[in-house]
């Protein structure tokens, strides 16, 4: 018999499955939201399921597709300078690149530069843990279609934005996304972002998170952040309780992965009035 190849419409329509990986591994969520748009809306994201890495996963789902979604400990963000006179993705890269070669020397010339834009700015991300090309190459040799990588944080601030809405609007609001003792601090203007930076832990603590200044919005989400008085994983539905002063915690921020990497328009009512 015969082996008929997989035609070309069926790759498209096969589901988006996104994941997300870190340094400890890599954790499936399930197709993405809207994959096929005839079903019925998932009402909860699925519990995701880990995998020892991304060629495990490929080899396990043939004929399917994938967003990936890219641990900050993978990456180095550079948040471009707005007045400067960088007129396309080509010079932004440029000009990132040899920022990049300043700060961290000849291995910084071999690094994937993505250009992206986000909440008003532009910026550029620096795979520097392991190459897009190798990631591809994983990919097709199990029949998968890679259809996007983007880092942690920019769909991090989506979620924190579905769930507070006034971060925004607001003079000044702050999202802190936590990768165990990575934070990545987010600072909004407006819903315009005025500042992004990677900041270390001195201790995978949620008592080692920065707190804000008086009055200012405060939202944090993530995971890998123990209690600091018990030595244990904290598990706090969207409420203030046990959240350290001046920051509202949206969801658990415990464990190897994020909790989930979308709400669902049921979640996003129950989130805090921050």
């Known amino acids: 018999m015969a082996l008929i190849d997989r035609p070309a419409w069926a790759n498209r329509l096969a589901p988006t499955h996104a994941l997300w990986l870190g340094p400890l591994g890599l954790w499936d969520f399930g197709p993405m939201p809207g994959w096929r748009p005839w079903s019925a809306p998932t009402h909860r994201p699925p519990a995701p399921r880990p995998h020892a890495g991304f060629e495990a996963w ?3 789902h043939p004929g399917t597709g994938c967003s990936l979604i890219l641990s900050a400990w ?4 550079l948040l471009l300078d707005a007045q400067q006179p960088l007129a396309d993705d080509t010079a932004r890269l440029a000009h990132a690149r040899s920022l990049l070669l300043h ?5 910084a010339a071999q ?3 993505a250009a992206w834009h986000a909440a008003g700015r532009r910026g550029v991300s620096a795979l520097h843990a392991l190459t897009l090309p190798h990631l591809q190459s994983i990919a097709r040799g199990s029949g998968v279609a890679l259809r996007t990588v983007r880092p942690w944080w920019s769909l991090a601030l989506a979620l924190a934005m579905q769930q507070v809405p006034r971060l925004a609007h607001g003079d000044a609001a702050r999202v802190l996304v936590a990768d165990g003792a990575l934070v990545t601090q987010i ?3 407006r819903g315009r972002l005025s500042n992004l930076q990677q900041r270390r832990l001195p201790q995978a ?3 080692a998170l920065p707190v804000p200044a008086a009055g200012l919005l405060c939202c944090a989400l993530g995971h890998g952040l123990s209690d600091h008085d018990h030595d244990q994983a904290i598990d706090f539905d969207s409420t203030r309780a046990g ?3 001046g920051i509202t915690l949206l969801g658990s921020l415990a464990g190897e992965a994020p909790a989930a990497l979308w709400c669902s328009p049921a979640d996003a009512a129950r ?4």
């Open 74 to 77: 993978l990456l180095h963000e």
């Open 111 to 113: 690094w994937p530069l």
């Open 271 to 274: 989130a805090p009035a921050a």
């Open 103 to 107: 700060y961290h020397g000849d291995a």
């Open 205 to 207: 603590t949620l008592a």
């Open 243 to 245: 959240a350290p002063p």
């Open 187 to 189: 600072d909004l203007s």
């Open 58 to 60: 490929c080899q396990a």
